[in-house]
Nanobody, 122 residues
Framework: QVQLVESGGGLVQAGGSLRLSCAAS????????MGWFRQAPGKEREFVAA????????YYADSVKGRFTISRDNAKNTVYLQMNSLKAEDTAVYYC???????????????WGQGTQVTVSS
């Protein structure tokens, strides 16, 4: 049973930055693709970013491309989401996710974290 624990959420002003972290345990992290999703109030959960097992491949939703960066540290079993130039519409609960491949994690993750709230004030 894998466990994904997110941290780093909070309240930030528009234009500011936050870095989310997701610590994984219970699986060989280095062989697993990882991703981030978000869910805003009243909306469906949506894909944000994904990264392959080695960190060499990344994939972003158009809405965050150029502002968010996903990365991972396999030695620390942790994946990150650096969020810059935040907008009010980025306000959501952000979830860490895992799956066997970068394609699968971006459309149907196999593992989920509990989520961390990000609120961007305008």
């Amino acid at each position: 049973q894998v466990q994904l624990v997110e941290s780093g959420g909070g309240l930030v002003q528009a234009g500011g930055s936050l870095r989310l972290s997701c610590a994984a345990s219970g699986r060989t992290f280095g062989s697993w693709a990882m991703g981030w999703f978000r869910q805003a109030p009243g909306k469906e959960r949506e894909f944000v970013a994904a990264i392959g097992w080695s960190g060499g491949s990344t994939y972003y939703a158009d809405s965050v491309k150029g502002r968010f960066t996903i990365s991972r540290d396999n030695a620390k079993n942790t994946v990150y989401l650096q969020m810059n130039s935040l907008k009010a519409e980025d306000t959501a609960v952000y979830y860490c996710a895992g799956a066997r491949t970068i394609l699968v994690v971006s459309i149907r993750p196999e593992d989920w974290g509990q989520g961390t709230q990000v609120t961007v004030s305008s």
